[in-house]
């Protein structure tokens, strides 16, 4: 069966990249139960009870932008000797090998070391960051020795800003975006097509200085900022 594998990884120029060697890797010795994997998304526009204007039910959220995606587990590690693969290994002795990899601060870039999650062909790559980490010590031998523990761990998706980039959408409201007017093209139709807003056409008339934004004139060159 194929084990959670936990490995640290490294920051090249644009990449994180697993480092090499078993040293770097954490396998464990008995698979989550089951795990999340969260996905959301931000919107802006909304409002709280009351605030809506007079005559509206409400605002209309506007996409923003994709919050980073977050994983969750729980494995267990065994010092009792049953498990195969965690014999002769004490409890103490994996947390703090688990430790090493997912909790230590990397201070070469100044934050949590970004680590690689791989369970078989389900969970083939997720790139992340610990956001926290808890033990329950659920066994003991009689002089207080924990013989087996739950490990509970949430990640957070780690990037790199060259990876943002890459990966953004160059058609987000959020650039200021040049269009070369067509036939046909009005500036309300202009509006729609890149903030989804077609009542943002006053304000980029403004932007544009232009004295008579009703008849534009094909081949014109319009610029359309940020707007939230």
């Known amino acids: 069966m194929a084990k959670l594998k936990i490995t640290k990884c490294t920051i090249k120029s644009s990449k994180i990249e697993p480092k090499k060697g078993a040293a770097n890797t954490f396998e464990a010795t008995i698979n989550p139960e089951s795990y999340t994997h969260n996905f ?3 919107y802006t526009g909304t409002m709280g ?3 809506a204007a007079v005559g509206k039910s409400g605002a209309i959220p506007k996409y923003s932008m994709a919050d980073p995606e977050k994983l969750g587990f729980t494995i267990t590690v065994d010092g009792t000797g049953v498990v195969p693969d ?7 002795a994996q947390i703090d090998r688990l430790r090493t990899i997912v909790y230590d601060y990397d ?3 100044h934050e949590p070391t970004a680590v690689k999650i ?3 062909k389900g969970l083939k790559s997720f790139f992340g960051r610990l956001t926290d980490m808890a033990v329950d010590y659920t066994l003991f031998h009689p002089d207080g020795t924990a013989l087996r523990a739950k490990i509970k761990m949430n ?30 093209d009005t500036l309300p139709l202009l509006c729609h097509r890149i ?12 932007f544009n200085d232009l004295d ?10 319009l610029r359309f900022p940020p707007m939230r």
């Not at 008579?212 to 060159?221: A, G, Q």
């Open 195 to 206: 903030y989804k807003d077609a009542s943002r056409y006053l304000a980029v008339a403004a």
């Open 118 to 120: 791989v369970w078989g």
């Open 155 to 184: 990640f957070i998706e780690a990037r790199t800003a060259a990876q943002e980039a890459l990966e953004a959408k160059r058609r987000s409201p959020d650039l200021t975006h040049v269009v070369r007017v067509e036939s046909g």
């Open 212 to 221: 008579n934004f009703r008849e534009l004139e094909p081949n014109t060159l």
């Open 49 to 51: 009870k009351g605030d």
């Open 40 to 42: 959301a998304l931000k």
């Open 86 to 92: 965690a014999a002769g290994k004490t409890v103490a």
């Open 107 to 109: 201070g070469d870039e």
